[in-house]
Structures are given as C-alpha cells and as structure tokens.
C-alpha cells in the first residue's frame, strides 16, 4: 500500500503521541509513593508548652491520625518566642511527610512579616495542609465588675483614656491585635497588660481583681464561666459562639470586629504533592468524625476545618489585614 507524505507526517504525528502518552503513564507511575510507611513515625511539631489549648488540640487530631494512616503520630513540642522555634524546627525538617507542624496565627504570620523578628523562613517554606481550629476572641469582666456590656467598657476608656487595664499575652498576639483594633474602631485607649506567661496567669489576674478587662479567646474561661466567676461581653466572630449561646458579637454592638487564634496545620517546603495530599485528607476524614467534633466540643475548642486551598487563600488574607497593625504592635 502506497503511503502519501501526508499520512506518513499524520502517522509520525501519532507515533509522537503514543510515546507522550507512554511517557507520561510512566512517569506518573513512577511518582506514586508508599506513605506513610509501616514502623515509621509522624511527627508534628508544636511551638507552645504541653498542656495549652494548642498542645491539646494537636493531640487529638494526633489520636485520630494514628488510627486514620496506621502508624504512630507524636508530639513534639518546641516552645519559645512566641513559637517561633517551631516553625524554625519545622521548616528546616526533611521534606518527607514525616514532620509536619502546627501553624498558629497571629504568630506565624507575625513572625516572618515583622522584620525585628529576624525570622529564618518566608511564607513559601510553609506548606497549608488543613486549617482545624478557630478560636475567637472575646472580652470579659469578673462577676462583680460594674461593667455589664462592651458599651460600658468603651464608655469608661473613652472617659479615661489610657487608664483601663485590659490583658494580653503578650506582643502581637491576638488579643494583642483585637484590642489594637477596637482602639481604632472606638476612638479610644486602653493601658495593655502583657503576661508572657500565659492565658493562665491573665485569668488569676482577672479573678483577683487585678485587672479591669480580660481580652483572650472563647475557649479560655469556659470553666469560670460555668462556674459563675465571669460575665463574657462580646464574641469577636460572625456568629454567636455554642459556648456562649446568649452572649452578643462585637457587630451587634456596631464594631465588626472579628478576630481568632486560629490554628492549622503544614508541611515543609519540598514535600511531594502526593504525599501532602495523603496527610490532608487524612486530617480531614479526622476532622469530619463525630468522636473527634465531641472531643473538641467538650473542650470549648471551635472546629472549623479548611480545605488546604482555602486555608492558604485564608492565610492570604490574613497576611494583608494584619500588616496595617504590625507598626501599631511595636509601640
């Protein structure tokens, strides 16, 4: 059979193809990857102390990954500046899905954009796995506080600015950030009481009458609330918090104010998307069972999973609407 130049150039176009296709077919067969391997252990990394709400978030979806992959899911925790030495510890790992780390926002976007940081890593050294908690902000009074609303506190600041003692935990953290905010919303000042040590030691501060306004996040005076010890003002979120079902948003009292520690997961630059593809739907089916939403509700811990690509479009977002703050933070 006589071939025409034309077939033949239709025939080679082909053959080209065929090959594409059979290179292609191999080389993704050759991408596929075993993980996680049996007898390896996964780590992830936390930059705050055992014992905080951070730490016991992390050990829950810690329990529900071991079961969920079948291998052995630790904690390893780095505390320190504010957990900056986590995410040094965790962005410096090896890129093979075996250490991975809590994000914490405000701090790990903190971090890197405030240069007096002197942060080792970017942003791209981080690789968005699941957003898994978000915890917002509130304000608080003791029982016996003659300040019954959040109208009452800014009426006070407003008559006595700079005067009205109000805690955080520290610099740029985000009650830090939240109060930062409602100054500026308000037209007012308050007098920032920083405790370093913790959220513990600005809850004796407040029950001992030490202080005239507690800033910290919904998961924090569960316990006192319950107890009778404190009266919650508002809830810095876009809805009423299940914990404290009668108590109002910032937005009902005129201050759209929303503002959270919101606390996620993420993997070194470099590891393979298969593999970050593996520990993120596992993250997710852990997120999505009723045992881990109970475990977490009897915390006072809000879950709010995140796709890996709407956490990084959150994450996004967060980096722009905290850079206005950051020269504000340092004074």
Known sequence: MKITPKQGLMTATAL???????????????????????GKTIQIIVGFAAGGSTDVGARLLAKG?????????????????????????????????YTIGNT?????????????RQATYKRNDFIPLALHVVDPGLFAVRKDSPYKSLKDVIAAAKANPGKITISTTGLQTD??????????????????????????????????????????NVGDLLGQYKAG????????????????????????????????????????????????????????KVASSEAHKQEMKNLGLTLRYMTPAKYRAYWSTYETDIQDLLPLSRQ
Not at 76 to 96: F, I
Not at 104 to 116: G, M, Q, W
Not at 180 to 192: C, N, R, S, T
Not at 252 to 265: D, M, T
């Open 16 to 38: 080209l193809v065929s090959l594409s296709l059979l290179s292609s077919t191999a080389s993704s067969q050759s991408r596929k990857v075993t993980f996680p391997e049996k």
């Open 65 to 97: 990954l071991e079961k969920e992959l079948g291998v052995p899911v630790v904690i390893v925790n780095r505390p320190g500046a504010g957990g900056q030495l986590g995410y040094v510890a965790l962005t410096q790992a090896k890129p093979d899905g």
């Open 104 to 116: 914490n926002f405000p701090s790990a976007v903190v971090t890197y954009l405030d240069p007096a």
């Open 175 to 216: 009650e830090h950030f939240a109060i930062l905010q409602l100054e500026k919303m308000a037209g007012v000042k308050f007098a920032p009481v920083h405790f370093s040590q913790g959220i513990a030691s600005a809850t004796t501060a407040l029950l001992g009458g030490k202080i005239d306004v507690f800033a910290g």
């Open 229 to 284: 010890e404190v009266r919650i003002l508002g809830v810095m979120d876009d809805r009423r918090s299940p914990f404290y079902p009668n108590v109002p948003t910032f937005a009902a009292y005129g201050y759209k104010l929303e503002n959270s520690a919101s606390r996620g997961f993420a993997a070194p630059a470099g590891t393979p998307t298969e593999v970050v593809n593996v520990l993120s739907k596992a993250i997710q």
